[in-house]
């Protein structure tokens, strides 16, 4: 698969990886990702 995101999430001990397919360029997924963030 190309054009993917790989990230990475943690909580305490616990973590989840994910891969993201998106249009949105890295620095329009970081934003989108630290604005989920927030909520």
Do not use: C, D, P
């Amino acid at each position: 698969i190309r054009g993917g995101f790989k990230v990475i999430a943690r909580s305490g001990k616990s973590f989840q990886e994910v891969f993201i397919l998106t249009n949105l360029s890295k620095v329009e997924l970081e934003k989108a990702i630290a604005q989920s963030i927030k909520r």
